[in-house]
């Protein structure tokens, strides 16, 4: 299936593509070749703005049947606010 979108975003400043199951197509389309296909990352100063940035641009990219997950920098975050959690209880005492 014929990939759209990947390109733009791949050209959108702080902003990355990686092909997992992509393949080029003999007219030089990218198409899926099955499995997790791409894989978006956004760069920012806050973790919760590249989170949102990402999920942005993978509302961007689209392929029949593509879907996308929102959790996995969710995952991040509440990892990131534990810490600074008991970063800040070390601190008071």
């Known amino acids: 299936m014929f990939v759209e979108g990947h390109d733009v975003i791949s050209r959108w400043p ?3 593509v990686f092909h ?3 393949a080029v197509s003999a ?3 990218v198409v899926t070749n099955g499995g997790r296909v791409l894989t978006v990352v956004a760069l920012a100063r806050e973790l919760m703005s590249a989170a949102a940035k990402a999920t942005t ?3 961007k ?3 029949e ?3 996308y997950r929102t959790d996995i920098s969710h995952k991040g975050i509440a990892r990131w606010v534990h810490y600074l959690d008991i970063s800040i209880l070390r601190s008071l005492y």
């Open 14 to 16: 702080e902003h990355l």
């Open 20 to 22: 997992n199951g992509t």
């Open 27 to 29: 007219n030089a389309d």
């Open 57 to 59: 641009a993978c509302g």
């Open 61 to 63: 990219i689209c392929f």
């Open 65 to 67: 049947g593509n879907q």
